[in-house]
């Protein structure tokens, strides 16, 4: 079992939903994304989505694109990413961490190595938003195998023919990206949502979790009434990128957090 499993049979136990936040490490320096990383527990988050910088973000849009660019320009390396992971592991052995981003910076560093470090470092699941089931030798079966989830997407265009193939290796939980087109670019509509996660939940007893157009906490109480929880990215990284107080941006993700375990 891993802290990703872990953390939902807690959570259905306490008969609540999970509440899903996403942070780019590195932005806007190392120092403060770690802070605010280190913060996000304390402020109700149930997962840590961690995402790696990469130069070609073809699935965000522009908030996560510039944050991504932000922490390339600061210096971020995958390998930072690792080691920042590892520094929050020594306050905190419980909360999942889940790396989110591009299979080129893995492939660059080796798959087995990476395994190996990601597993050192305290790396629960990753989500690899370019890699297809048809390339699941790649790097989900051996991320299984070491004991890390491989967390797929599925999304409104993910067909009932499609979908057998998506769910075949997913573990953790399935990520269902509630809207069409890139990350931050429109809301998410629980009436749109719901018979989506339903459709999905009679193929898997995997938790369905929902991301992608959520910026309020009135919005993650209402998606995550319709699945098993919420990730809020974009909303939490624009107020990384407005300069905020580290204090003020927990309280932002601790209002989205109460607005998804209220659903």
């Given at each position: ?122 790396i629960d699941g ?10 699941d030798s790649e ?125």
């Open positions: 079992m891993t802290r990703i499993d872990a953390k939902f049979a807690a959570l259905k136990k306490q008969g609540k939903k999970a509440f899903v936040s996403y942070i780019m490490a590195g932005d806007p320096d190392l120092e403060t994304s770690l802070e605010v990383m280190k913060g996000l527990p304390g402020a109700g988050v149930d997962i840590i989505e961690l995402g790696v910088p990469f130069t070609d973000p073809m699935a965000d849009g522009p908030t996560i694109q510039l944050a991504g660019q932000r922490a390339l320009d600061g210096g971020q390396t995958l390998q930072k990413t690792l080691d920042m992971a590892a520094e929050f592991r020594k306050n905190d052995d419980t909360t999942p961490i889940v790396l989110m981003g591009y299979y080129n910076p893995i492939y660059s560093r080796g798959v087995d190595r990476f395994l190996r470090d990601a597993k050192a470092a305290g990753l989500i690899v938003v370019d890699l297809p089931p048809e390339e790097l989900c079966l051996p991320a299984q195998a070491a004991g890390i989830n491989f967390i797929r997407l599925a999304t409104p265009t993910t067909d009932d023919a499609r979908l057998p193939k998506v769910l075949q290796n997913t573990s953790g939980f399935v990520y269902y990206v509630s809207v069409t087109g890139i990350t931050g670019a429109q809301a998410a509509q629980a009436g749109e949502v719901g018979p989506e996660v339903a459709r999905i939940k009679a193929k898997t007893d995997l938790p369905v979790i929902v991301g992608f157009g959520i910026t309020t906490p009135e919005a993650a109480q209402t998606i995550a009434s319709v699945a098993d929880g919420c990730v809020v990215g974009s909303a939490i990284v624009k107020e990384i990128s407005a300069g905020k107080p580290t204090a003020e941006i927990l309280s932002f993700v601790a209002s989205l957090a109460k607005g998804a375990h209220s659903a």
